[in-house]
């Protein structure tokens, strides 16, 4: 059984405990604020903000967490720190790689790779380019239509659709090692005979961890390759990636939203609750299964909105 811890300010305890309300356990463990079972996950928040998440899916659920800001834990970031970057890294020219959209419960995970030559990186900052979580969409998606006409770049989009053939029998982080070493492998590729100075992913899973998913591919990225948490705030490369993930994501919700014919948010909230509830009374299971990531707990919640069986 797997377990992420994270830690949460006050605000986002707060929000958690109202995402996870209607399925409280029946008592909570002591000094807990609250305990819930959702999406085979047991969660239990405590009063210092740490959250234990528990289960088959306790990191795609806690994953949903982090991209709200919640963040991992002292414990595991010491262990993430045994990569740690080496002097003058954010120098360096950069293959950077980090995904978006697999804590929304609606539209595609995107992952994208970018290479930032070091003699780019003055030109980077100019354009604005920073961590994508202190930028609005709005200037994301100008942001990313610039850095697309000159930087070398791989992208790789997975449709709702097509992710929950395969979710069920592939777990969310062995889905984003298979795509962060493909994106990588492209990016290299457009950039050969040239190399990097090296790799930086950003950190979803511990090193060993990552490798370990990669086990049987034909071809694994695996020189220089370093793994940082909040790399979008270590190397410019990953903040680009992100930006042109981010991008991607929303263009792709866009589509998405198109397609099942009402506005669709980002995020797994209450929200998100409702507008599945409104594409299951449109179109149900198969429609909803064509623009939402199925295995979330939106969309229990969702039928019984919809009153769907
Ligand atoms: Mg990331």
Known sequence: MSST???ATPSLLK???AAYQTCFTSSFPPYSL???RSNGTVI????????????AHAESEAGRWKEKGAETSDKEKKASSASALPKGFDQWSVIGSDEVGNGSYFGPLTVVAAYVDQSQLALLKELGVKDSKNLSDKQII????DLVTFLPYSSLTVWPE???QIQPSMSQGKMKALLHNQVLLHAAKKISPQKPDAILID????EKTYFNYLTGEKEIMNQNVYFATKGESRHLAVAAASIIARYSFLKGLDECSQLAGIPLPSGAGAQSDVAAARVLKKGGLPLLGKVAKLHFANTE?????AGYK
């Open 301 to 305: 919640k969702a039928k019984k909105i």
């Open 5 to 7: 811890v994270l830690m």
């Open 15 to 17: 929000e958690m405990e």
């Open 203 to 206: 950190q979803f899973a511990q």
């Open 34 to 36: 609250f305990s819930a």
């Open 162 to 164: 097509k992710y929950n």
């Open 44 to 55: 239990t928040a405590y009063k210092s903000g740490k959250v234990l998440f528990q289960g």
């Open 142 to 145: 100008a942001i990313a239509k």
